[in-house]
């Protein structure tokens, strides 16, 4: 059974910086592409970070600079370093993975607040 399961939420003043975690299980994780989306309070879901199984990495433009995307095959794990963060960073925070069917898994995500 494939399990996602996010940490390192929080609350951030403005400029702060936050380091959220997915820990995978039940899938090769090294064979798969792997993703960070957020979804703000009335807003549609943001597909922030990507990182590919060949760790080839794209952000959306409102994060690029600021978010660093990274894996650890070793651990099984996801990581988004978040920089510099703004009030407009806040939102529930998932980890995704999709598999090679088109079949895609959640994590039950990580609030992040960013408020002064």
């Known amino acids: 059974e494939v399990q996602l399961v996010e940490s390192g939420g929080g609350s951030v003043q403005p400029g702060g910086s936050l380091r959220l975690s997915c820990a995978a299980s039940?899938?090769?994780?090294?064979?798969?592409?792997m993703s960070w989306v957020r979804q703000a309070p009335g807003n549609e879901r943001e597909s922030v970070a990507i990182?590919?199984?060949?760790?080839?990495?794209n952000y959306a433009a409102s994060v690029k600079g600021r978010f660093t995307i990274s894996r650890d095959n070793d651990k099984d794990t996801v990581y988004l370093q978040m920089n510099s963060l703004k009030p407009e960073d806040t939102a529930v925070y998932y980890c995704?993975?999709?598999?090679?069917?088109?079949?895609?898994?959640w994590g039950q995500g990580t609030q992040v607040t960013v408020s002064s």
């Open positions: 995704k993975m999709r598999n090679w069917a088109g079949a895609e898994y």
């Open positions: 990182i590919s199984s060949s760790y080839r990495t």
């Open positions: 039940g899938f090769t994780f090294k064979n798969y592409g």
